[in-house]
């Protein structure tokens, strides 16, 4: 295996308690000491030990007789520099970011190096343990929430699988929604599950060629918002997956704009909103 392998992996028994995994991986994979300790501190490399399996960060790290260590090198994956999102607020337990387009909602086998999660843990002080409970399309942008206990994550987690959240989201479309109705609600199907979002025109552009649109939604699927505006006949500007974003040459218009809900610590109800700096424009 040489460096010229830019996606590839590799599952390594250990034998002794002694064996190094960096030098392990060094000799198996060609890759050079640096690029190896790169790799584990990007989230690529994982230890299982009996049914546990977590990414193996620190070369120190103990390991025993019959751990497997995992690398999933993409050299693609780990060259890229993860936007900085804003903090919001640090609630302690928990933490509300503005996610950029571009950042990454939560990691994968890959690496987590471009993710709010690992950001929030490399980045808040004093520093702790964060876990995924919310996620956005990479290519949109807004708020999400970061928990950083496992008792919290649960918390949220169950708030939002209860639709105790309320999301709302601003997004620029092509056309001119007044055409199709001030408000709508659709109710579909997406991937064979229900997918119920509402929609309120805020403002069309003077040659009505755009539209800015408010959208609520009960549920999330996947690309939810994206797919049933692009139905009705209104993709969202900068959609490359359902709209003509691959000519708009924009960033997709989409953001998060509020999230609302009774904290789990303070029992209060809180609101976190983004000011209009941060929202699409005509």
Same mark, same amino acid.
Not at 58 to 75: C, F, I, M, T, W
Not at 258 to 279: G, I, N, Q, T
């Given at each position: 295996?040489?460096?010229a392998?830019?996606?590839?992996?590799?599952?390594?028994?250990?034998?002794?308690?002694?064996?190094?995994?960096?030098?392990?991986?060094?000799?198996?994979?060609g890759?050079?000491r640096?690029?190896?300790?790169?790799?584990?501190?990007?989230?690529?490399?994982?230890?299982?030990?009996?049914?546990?399996?977590?990414r193996?960060?620190?070369?120190?790290r103990?390991?025993?007789?019959?751990? @497997? &260590?995992? =690398?999933?090198?993409? %050299?693609?994956?780990?060259?890229? +520099?993860?936007?900085?999102?804003?903090?919001?607020?640090?609630?302690?337990?928990?933490?509300?970011?503005?996610?950029?387009?571009?950042?990454?909602s939560?990691?994968?086998?890959?690496?987590d190096?471009?993710?709010?999660?690992?950001?929030?843990?490399?980045?808040?002080q004093?520093?702790?343990s964060?876990?995924?409970?919310?996620?956005?399309?990479?290519?949109?942008n807004?708020?999400?929430?970061?928990?950083?206990?496992?008792?919290?994550a649960?918390?949220?987690?169950?708030?939002?699988?209860?639709?105790?959240?309320e999301?709302?989201?601003r997004?620029?479309?092509?056309?001119?929604f007044?055409?199709?109705?001030?408000?709508?609600?659709?109710?579909s199907?997406?991937?064979g599950?229900?997918?119920?979002s @509402? &929609?309120a =025109?805020?403002?069309? %552009?003077?040659?009505?060629?755009? +539209?800015?649109?408010?959208v609520?939604?009960?549920t999330?699927?996947?690309?939810?918002?994206?797919?049933?505006?692009?139905?009705?006949?209104?993709?969202?500007?900068?959609?490359?997956?359902?709209?003509?974003?691959?000519?708009?040459?924009?960033?997709?218009?989409?953001?998060?704009?509020?999230?609302?809900?009774?904290?789990?610590?303070?029992?209060?109800?809180?609101?976190?909103?983004?000011?209009?700096?941060w929202?699409?424009?005509?």
């Amino acid at each position: 295996m040489t460096e010229a392998n830019t996606h590839f992996e590799v599952h390594l028994l250990i034998a002794d308690g002694d064996d190094s995994p960096l030098e392990m991986l060094q000799q198996e994979t060609g890759l050079s000491r640096q690029r190896i300790k790169a790799a584990m501190t990007q989230g690529a490399v994982w230890v299982t030990r009996g049914r546990n399996t977590q990414r193996l960060r620190r070369v120190k790290r103990a390991l025993r007789k019959g751990d @497997e &260590v995992h =690398l999933y090198y993409d %050299s693609k994956i780990l060259a890229e +520099s993860p936007p900085a999102p804003t903090l919001i607020a640090d609630v302690g337990d928990y933490s509300v970011w503005r996610k950029p387009c571009g950042l990454r909602s939560q990691g994968s086998k890959w690496g987590d190096h471009c993710t709010v999660v690992r950001w929030a843990e490399r980045h808040l002080q004093p520093e702790r343990s964060a876990f995924t409970v919310h996620r956005l399309d990479r290519a949109a942008n807004g708020l999400i929430l970061v928990a950083h206990t496992k008792s919290m994550a649960a918390a949220i987690s169950e708030l939002f699988r209860g639709r105790k959240v309320e999301k709302r989201y601003r997004a620029l479309v092509a056309g001119d929604f007044s055409l199709s109705n001030d408000n709508v609600k659709i109710d579909s199907l997406i991937g064979g599950r229900e997918a119920r979002s @509402e &929609v309120a =025109l805020r403002q069309v %552009s003077a040659d009505g060629l755009r +539209s800015l649109v408010d959208v609520s939604i009960e549920t999330g699927r996947k690309h939810q918002i994206r797919r049933h505006l692009a139905d009705l006949g209104y993709p969202i500007i900068g959609d490359r997956l359902y709209g003509t974003g691959k000519v708009d040459g924009v960033d997709l218009q989409l953001t998060a704009y509020l999230l609302a809900f009774d904290c789990p610590m303070s029992k209060e109800h809180v609101e976190y909103r983004l000011s209009s700096e941060w929202l699409p424009a005509l």
